[in-house]
């Protein structure tokens, strides 16, 4: 007893929404990668500022041995969690 054009309305409007849905979640995919990608980038300014912050302490100590282990320390973030992270990031490109 339904009435044939309320039932191919209901099919185009319900074809219409699925479209929607994947065009939704195909665009909240690319949101959530490009805020992994940020906060990547925000890890890493913040690692090389504690680098640098480190190694400006060391122009304060009076104790060599303190100096020496305070620039190993930084040494040792700035080479290697940065450069870790840096090669397995995206480069971006303009255009």
Same mark, same amino acid.
């Given at each position: 007893?339904?009435?044939?054009?309320?039932?191919?309305?209901? +099919?185009?409007? %319900?074809?219409?929404?699925? +479209?929607?849905?994947?065009? @939704?979640?195909?665009? *909240?995919?690319?949101?959530? +990668?490009?805020?992994?990608?940020?906060?990547?980038?925000?890890?890493?300014?913040?690692? *090389?500022? =504690?680098?640098? *912050?480190? %190694?400006?302490? =060391?122009? +304060?100590?009076?104790?060599?041995? @303190?100096?020496?282990?305070?620039?190993?320390?930084?040494?040792?973030?700035?080479?290697?969690? /940065?450069?870790?992270?840096? *090669?397995?990031? /995206?480069?971006?490109?303009?255009?």
């Amino acid at each position: 007893m339904t009435m044939p054009g309320y039932v191919e309305l209901m +099919k185009r409007r %319900t074809d219409e929404s699925e +479209k929607m849905g994947d065009k @939704a979640s195909e665009a *909240f995919d690319s949101g959530n +990668k490009a805020n992994r990608i940020s906060d990547t980038y925000s890890f890493l300014t913040v690692m *090389f500022s =504690t680098v640098m *912050f480190l %190694t400006a302490i =060391t122009t +304060k100590l009076v104790r060599p041995q @303190a100096r020496v282990l305070l620039l190993v320390i930084s040494a040792l973030i700035c080479m290697a969690v /940065p450069l870790l992270t840096v *090669f397995s990031m /995206p480069v971006a490109h303009r255009g």
